[in-house]
């Protein structure tokens, strides 16, 4: 029977499928997961596509995770779709960078681009009453989550219920950005309305290689070892987070134990790298600080941090210009110059930058 708040955690130092798809069925069965996906189900795995880099960059779910969680749902007879909307870019140029085409044809795995939208209403939600969602949000019979264990600028760490910002398509992620602003209890909410559209079977975590610092793309790759998997996508980032010793719960877990989703009480880890968390505790990202000061705008001004632009890295490509949800940045005599005033601090242009130009830190004036 399926416990709600439980998660697997097990370690895993390599990227090996087989040695992936062990720990994965160990797994599935500890939590009485197995028959969650039956024969015949088309089933969509979700992993973190954020932008086209090598796998050993560690910002993109690796391959082997996805090669071990098909040849265990093959086994069960489900037909498998891959699906997510990047940053930026063709989701086929990812696919490719990311070395995810292998796999893709081994196992006849059909790419979904969330490029078709549907409109979802639910007045139910927390905040969204109207969501914007991928059509394939409610396409499939069942969705796996394949998240990377990751720091986040913004919302602390991107985990399971993070990853699933990808179901918003394209352009439609800025717009909630700028809707959310600095208030990331809001953006947080966002984040769980989906997830009550799209709550996937299984949430299994590539924390073999992660990131920490300022993640989830200009951090620094970290070996954590750890593969976690839980039906609950709350639960499972609870527990992660602590595992890897974040001070406070995130913005996104902090929603959580609001609505009494996870509880010190209820949400456990089992498995064997349950009780060995890390001994020493993961680097958070530099924006995570900034996350709720309060008080007035100008000393907000002062006191978040601000994106800062490296000019010697900087390669004028304008994708942060394009994607600023604020449009606050603007490309002048080679360089790139931000409105302060107006900039929402959401930090996407450093998720963004394919040079790894843009630092957050402090700063004062306009
Ligand atoms: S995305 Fe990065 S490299 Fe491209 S213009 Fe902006 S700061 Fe420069
Ligand atoms: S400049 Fe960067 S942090 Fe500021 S609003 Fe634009 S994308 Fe967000």
């Known amino acids: 029977m399926v416990e709600p708040g439980r998660a697997y955690f097990d370690f895993c130092t390599e990227y090996n499928a087989d040695k992936i798809a062990a720990s994965l069925r160990t797994g599935l069965t500890t939590l009485g997961l197995e028959g969650a996906i039956k024969c015949g189900d088309r089933v969509l795995l979700k992993p973190n596509l954020i932008m086209a880099k090598a796998p050993r960059l560690a910002v993109t779910t690796h391959p082997e995770i996805v090669r071990a969680v098909a040849m265990v749902l093959k086994d069960c007879g489900a037909r498998l779709y891959l699906g997510d909307s990047p940053g930026f870019g063709s989701l086929e140029t990812v696919l490719e960078k990311c070395g995810f085409k292998p796999v893709l044809h081994e196992f006849a795995i059909t790419v979904t681009p969330f490029d078709q939208e549907s409109v979802v209403v639910d007045t139910d939600n927390l905040v969204a009453k109207k969501l914007i969602l991928a059509t394939a949000a409610s396409e499939f019979d069942k969705v796996v989550n394949l998240p990377k264990l990751k720091t986040h600028s913004m919302m602390g760490a991107t ?4 990853n699933l910002f990808g179901f918003i398509p394209g352009l439609k992620k800025a717009a909630w950005h700028l809707r959310a ?40 790759p970290r070996n954590f070892n750890l593969l976690a998997l839980s039906a609950d996508a709350p639960a499972l980032d609870y527990l992660v987070e602590k595992w890897v010793g974040f001070p ?41 600080a900034a996350a709720t000061f309060p008080g007035h705008k100008l000393w907000r001004r002062v006191f978040v941090k601000r994106p800062k632009v490296s000019r010697t890295r900087c390669q004028h490509c304008r994708v942060c210009v394009q994607h600023c949800p604020a449009q606050v940045m603007k490309l002048i005599d080679a360089k790139i110059v931000i409105d302060y005033k107006r900039c929402i601090r959401c930090y996407c242009c450093q998720e963004l930058c394919p040079y790894g130009a843009i630092r957050v830190g402090f700063g004062i004036g306009s």
């Open 159 to 162: 985990l399971a219920i993070k």
């Open 181 to 220: 602003g600095h208030d990331r209890d809001f953006f947080a909410r966002i984040m769980f309305d989906i997830y009550r559209q799209v709550t996937p079977v299984w949430n299994f975590l590539d924390g073999i290689a992660g990131m920490e610092g300022d993640g989830p793309t200009g951090g620094t």
């Open 248 to 288: 406070e719960p995130t913005p996104l877990s902090s929603v959580s134990l609001n609505l009494g989703l996870v509880s010190e009480e209820s949400s456990c880890a089992c498995g064997p790298a349950a009780d060995k968390p890390l001994t020493r505790p993961i680097k958070q990202a530099q924006g995570t």
